[in-house]
């Protein structure tokens, strides 16, 4: 009985011999794959194929490249070509305005003068315009423009579109006919629609010089040209000027007016073109001072001292130089 307690104790001993010594192998092999994983190299296996998978991925969101900007709309150069051409700036041709050389272009240097040339409008320098006359009872030679009746009734009435809101008030054309007969005539009127683009409707007085009454109807061409009398322009104030309110008409200029200004203590300042031809001062700034008037050449003329005097034309001894 003795020896059979005895024996069962060494078995249990032995036991833990064993399991003691198993534990300790496998504490001893983790802390060998503890101190192998710490030390430096290269990682091989799932474990560091993963490890580069994230370090590539962070990587890649630090050097993401955002988006290029979009270029703003600025002026200060013209976008890069793309290979479709383009027209070239400038002013859209209208119906019924005869084909003329282009003026410098808006990149152009501009002109050592004190103001750019203002456009001549539909009526060009130089070009020939092509439509057809017919002819108006003129009476004592007043119209649209609003003049005032005149004695010479070598005059014509602008068709509405070339008329151009009284911007053809006071030019001289040159009309011709297919046969050669010739005469010069001034714009004093319009000619309201249905007159076509190019159509101008002359005094019975200017027809009879072109063609008989009877055909009422010829076609015609015409050029602008410069007035072919003397003397000095005139400044008129409307009826109904005022400290507070005017309107201003040039008479007898040589050339198309394009532009009137009056000086104001902040400069020179430029009115509006009424379709009555007068330039008007809603505020009456500049009433009764000086006045600059420009050509639709760009040449400029100023004249101080005219008075504010309503319906009065007063001779202001500057013109316009032929053109």
Known sequence: MQTARQAARQRRRRHRQITGTALAVVAAGALVCLVTTMLPGPKTGTAAGAGTEV????????????PAPTSPASPTGPASPTGSTSPSAGPTPTAGQATATPGASAEATPSAVSAAPPSA???QPGTTYKGVATAYAAADGNGACLFGPSDDLMIAAMNHTDYESSRACGAYVRVRTASGAAITVRITNECPLPCAPGQLDLSQQAFAKLADLKVGRIPITWTLLSSPKSGTLSLRYKTGSNPYWCAIQVIDHRNPVARLEVRTTQGWQKLPRTDY????SSDGSG??????ITDIYGEQLTVDGTKLLPNVAQPT???FAPH
Do not use: D, E, K, L
């Open 55 to 66: 370090a590539a991925s962070t990587a890649t969101h630090a050097v993401t490249t955002p």
């Open 121 to 123: 409008g539909r009526i």
């Open 277 to 280: 031809n007068y330039f008007q």
């Open 287 to 292: 009433c009764g001072g000086a006045v600059r």
């Open 317 to 319: 001894g500057v013109q």
